[in-house]
């Protein structure tokens, strides 16, 4: 009942909390006080601590914890061509907390021609004897939350020839990861759960889109993404709430986007966050196919790092064979420990404590 192939029974979102060594290289490198090069050292030196200790309590994949990034998601959307980091009056607003007042707009033509993370994914996959596993946010998150007012009208006034780019420019990033290796690529995707979210709806509404038109865009771009994509490259999607130290951004289950997440996303398996109430219920997961889809349970939170009991997981995991068979089926934590450089409110120990659990509920339910 193990899997050989990601996703794995044991399995994690990919962020790591930045341990104080490197957070204290980055505050240095900011100040000017040390060069590039001795910041990549540093990186180097935690990643490949991360990787060792992913190893040693028996994950079967290893991340580089999104080590060399400050964002989740703005780091790789600046690595392509037409897009640009800036400036903003407001960061964005989580429940009680805001981020740095940064975001993303697209002011030439969104392609693809290199990219920084295609050596980071080249590092990873040199120091680790498991899989290396890359994540990078899905291409609908460049739109969603920004909106039509951060492309430019003048570069594109017609938002299908945006989305045309975008996609095509995924396709040659893709590609690109599986030519350097890669054979376990992620897409983080915060826009599925923000449109179960009827708030969420209306900000949208607010920026100028069209609500009811962006589940169709969001996965014609994924899966022209991923036209043409190797049979061993498996490819998942996180479908995210929102996770900036500790806290949220959307609420409500999956039910409005449910049929169409599964069904019309061309992916191999999906994160899915269930360590709260406001995941809602199993029931929209009816909706998924049988087959070999799988489907990656966030029963462990992310968000605090008191431990779960072990019993009440199995006790949850039984409940969503209910709609998904067990051998469809895999956990991790929720979302990542540390979606931005700041990262949850909990310690490393109770990280790794976390992790370590689920590999061995992953044993204890699937056999090892």
Same mark, same amino acid.
């Given at each position: 009942m193990q899997r050989t192939a990601a996703p794995f029974r044991a399995d994690h979102v990919g962020s790591l909390l930045r341990p104080a060594a490197l957070k204290e290289a980055r505050a240095k490198h900011e100040r000017h006080e040390i060069a590039a090069d001795a910041l990549r050292a540093i990186e180097d030196r935690e990643i490949e601590k991360a990787i060792k200790k992913q190893?040693?309590?028996? %994950?079967?994949?290893?991340t580089d914890g999104e080590f060399r990034r400050s964002w989740w998601q703005f780091d790789f959307?600046?690595?392509l061509d037409g897009v640009e980091l800036y400036q903003v009056g407001e960061g964005i607003v989580f429940h009680g907390v805001k981020t740095k007042a940064e975001s993303v707009r697209?002011?030439?033509r969104v392609a693809y021609s290199a990219h920084p993370h295609i050596d980071h994914f080249r590092f990873l996959k040199a120091h680790t004897r498991v899989v290396p596993k890359m994540t990078i946010p899905a291409p609908g998150v460049l739109h969603f939350r920004q909106g039509r007012r951060s492309i430019s009208r003048d570069v594109y006034p017609? %938002?299908?020839?945006?989305f045309d780019d975008v996609a095509n420019a995924y396709r040659k990033a893709v590609h690109a990861f599986y030519d350097a290796g890669c054979r376990y690529l992620q897409l983080d995707d915060t826009t599925w759960s923000m449109m179960c979210d009827g708030r969420e709806l209306?900000?949208?509404?607010?920026?100028?889109?069209?609500p009811e038109k962006l589940p169709g865009a969001y996965a014609d771009m994924i899966n022209r993404a991923l036209e043409g994509k190797p049979a061993d490259l498996a490819v998942t999607?996180?479908?995210?709430r929102g996770n900036f130290r500790s806290t949220w951004i959307a609420e409500g289950g999956y039910e409005p986007m449910a049929d169409r997440m599964f069904?019309?996303?061309d992916v191999d398996g999906y994160f899915l966050e269930y360590d709260s109430d406001r995941a809602g219920g199993f029931e929209p997961l009816r909706f998924f196919p049988r087959g070999k889809k799988q489907l990656v349970l966030g029963l462990v939170t992310s968000k605090s790092g008191k431990l779960e009991n072990k019993d009440d997981i199995k006790r949850r995991i039984d409940e969503a064979t209910k709609y998904v068979a067990l051998d469809q089926l895999c956990l991790s934590p929720q979302c990542g420990f540390a979606s931005t450089e700041e990262g949850n409110v909990l310690s490393e120990d109770e990280q790794w404590a976390k992790l370590r659990m689920i590999v061995e509920l992953a044993d204890e339910v699937w056999g090892r």
């Open positions: 190893e040693e309590i028996g %994950l079967k994949l290893a959307f600046t690595g697209v002011i030439g017609d %938002l299908d020839a945006y209306a900000h949208a509404r607010e920026r100028g889109d069209e999607m996180h479908s995210c069904n019309e996303v």
